[in-house]
């Protein structure tokens, strides 16, 4: 697992990084943690996808944590970003750059300890993934990167966060891969939904995070809606 710390107060980012080496030693798990002094120095260094998780003080001088994430996500859409501060004031701008978690100083051990399960949780459903034939190439695609499916003609489009992908295959055959994972749902004749990359769920339609429009099928509204607010319910509940 690959963490980046930035905060300019160096007790702060020594204690986090006393709390992270305690975590994965009581887990087996292995950590490289970089330290940055600002959101400048971190952004100097950043590259795409270079770590799984940030940890970010909000009050810094020069570019304060908020403006950071926002630089971060222009660039990285995956990395889970937890803010580590003495207040949630900036709670509503965190939701903006989909901040995974709040640690308000002072915490506990036992509190970090809570996160960092819940972003093992996040990290290992990211790892999934399914393989697909495109033409005569077998295709790895991370479940994290699907937006959602559609099906014409005997063809699966699959709608990812980079492009799309054609493979031929029956949908019963296809959806058999992806209803498992609790985050699917079919909310239309053989169309499946990535919940976690919705923005809004309107009156008919699925609003995607890409500002695609997936529709609910009418008969299923009531359940597909109803299955949405559980599942968002359920993500809630698991980081409480």
């Given amino acids: 697992m690959k963490i980046a710390i930035i905060d300019d107060l160096r007790t702060e980012c020594e204690l ?10 009581d887990h087996q798990l292995d950590a490289e943690i970089t330290l940055f002094e600002s959101g400048s120095h971190f952004l100097e260094r950043f590259a795409p996808h270079t770590y799984d998780l940030i940890f970010l003080d909000i009050y810094m001088d020069g570019l304060n944590g908020i403006e950071t994430a926002e630089r ?24 903006r750059v989909r901040a995974f978690d709040y640690l308000v100083k002072p915490y506990s051990y036992e509190v970090f300890e809570e996160t960092m399960r819940y972003c093992d949780e996040t990290l290992f459903k990211q790892s999934r993934y399914i393989e697909v034939k495109e033409g005569r190439t077998h295709v790895k695609i991370f479940l994290k990167d699907i937006v959602y499916t559609d099906y014409s003609n005997h063809y699966i489009y699959i709608h990812t966060k980079r492009r799309i992908v054609k493979c031929y295959m029956p949908f019963a055959d296809f959806s058999a891969l992806l209803l498992p994972y609790p985050q699917f749902v079919n909310c239309y004749r053989n169309c499946i939904v990535n919940m976690d990359e919705v923005d809004v769920l309107d009156e008919k339609d699925f609003v995607m995070l890409t500002g695609e429009r997936v529709p609910i099928n009418r008969g299923l509204r009531t359940e597909i809606r109803q299955r949405y607010a559980n599942y968002e319910f359920d993500k809630l509940n698991r980081r409480s």
Avoid at 16 to 25: F, K, N
Avoid at 78 to 88: G, K, N, P, R
């Fill in 72 to 95: 971060i996500r222009e660039k990285d859409s995956d990395c889970l970003l937890i803010f580590s501060t003495t207040s949630q004031f900036h709670a509503v701008k965190g939701f």
């Fill in 16 to 25: 986090l990084s006393e709390y992270i080496h305690r975590y994965c030693a």
